[in-house]
């Protein structure tokens, strides 16, 4: 292993770029930090602890069966994060409405954050890796007050940091504050994370796509054409591409982050708006692309220029390297 600097060394060595102030970023990070940890704990003995797996036994407001472990991670993220005096606000998908946090101290705080705190949970039982997506905005309403819906509903432009941790083979926080992407290893055996991908970028070329191909039969006719093309072979062109999906959006777009790669959640005839969530899983992972030379789409917009006006709101995601996308878009436009 090169250098060994941990994510909060690697804060402070950056500091004085960042839209945030150290201390808050700092402060932030380790409410990150410290419920990951606790998350990732509970994660690596959910096949040993009964009551910690399975369903919960109620929908969140999307409809979907909450994992338990999907409530804990909620739980464990609302209170470490509201912990420290520099989020007002928190926004969830295990909540049906944004919390604002009481205290003065919190109300204090100049930020808000909007979470996925497990997603790809369906994968919980099944030991297949998923992950934690958050991203943070500078609040729009005066700091001393409590946290107000417009301050969650900013376009993805305007955030100040996003990230995701993956509990996989290893555990990582992957994130940017605008300064490019970084990777973080935790080393359980000390409890730390460590600096350990700079600079991570989507490499210029790619042969990954990932979606899921029950869906073909409602998609529409443009990316059945993709697809199709996707499966021809012609080694002119380096075809067929490769087919991976985890069902777990964090683990799909870091491999293609490392390997090259596009996702795709598109509309459908039955789900028109797609099925994931801008706020807390499009947007960050937008932003994450953008930081790492990458574009995230619709289909006919970027993700991060659209206004939101619902917290849960839905749209079709297209995320990877540069060069796949566009190519998609050149069936798109055809
Ligand atoms: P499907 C997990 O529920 C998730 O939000 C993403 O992490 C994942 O990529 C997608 O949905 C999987 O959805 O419909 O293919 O099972």
Do not use: W
């Not at 996003?162 to 970084?182: D, E, K, L, P, R």
């Not at 000390?190 to 796509?209: A, D, T």
């Amino acid at each position: 292993m090169g250098k060994l600097i941990t994510l909060g060394e690697h804060i402070v060595q950056n500091q004085g770029k960042f839209p945030m102030a150290t201390g808050e970023l700092t402060a932030l990070l380790s409410g990150i930090k410290l419920a990951g940890k606790v998350v990732n704990s509970e994660i690596n003995k959910a096949g040993l602890v009964d009551d910690i797996i399975g369903q919960q036994g109620n929908t969140n407001i999307q409809g979907e069966e909450q994992q338990k472990l999907d409530v804990y991670a909620n739980r464990i993220f609302k209170e470490a994060l509201g912990a420290r005096a520099v989020i007002c606000g928190l926004a969830s998908e295990e909540e049906d409405d944004f919390v604002a946090y009481e205290s003065s101290v919190c109300q204090n705080g100049n930020y808000v954050i909007l979470i996925d705190p497990l997603d790809g949970s369906s994968n919980i039982d099944v030991n297949v890796s998923i992950g934690t997506i958050f991203c943070v905005y500078q609040r729009k309403s005066p700091q001393g007050s409590p946290a107000v819906l417009e301050d969650f509903l900013q376009k993805g432009r305007e955030i100040v940091a996003a990230g995701y941790i993956v509990y996989g083979s290893s555990t990582m926080i992957v994130m940017s504050t605008g300064q490019g992407v970084h990777g973080y290893t935790f080393d359980p055996s000390i409890g730390v994370f460590f600096l350990s991908h700079e600079n991570l970028r989507f490499p210029e070329q790619g042969k990954i796509y990932s979606v899921n191909e029950g869906n073909f039969p409602f998609f529409d006719e443009k990316i059945k054409q993709y697809l199709r093309y996707c499966k021809e072979h012609d080694p002119a062109s380096n075809r067929p591409y490769t087919g991976r999906y985890i069902g777990s959006l964090v683990s799909d777009f870091h491999r293609n982050l490392i390997k090259g790669g596009i996702y795709l959640y598109p509309s459908t005839s039955l789900k028109p708006d797609g099925k994931l969530r801008l706020l807390y899983e499009c947007n960050p992972m937008a932003y994450l692309a953008e930081q790492a030379g990458g574009v995230a789409i619709t289909g006919n917009e970027h993700i991060l220029d659209i206004q939101p006006t619902e917290l849960h709101q839905r749209c079709p995601l297209i995320i990877g390297s540069k060069s796949m996308v566009t190519e998609l878009q050149g069936f798109l436009e055809a």
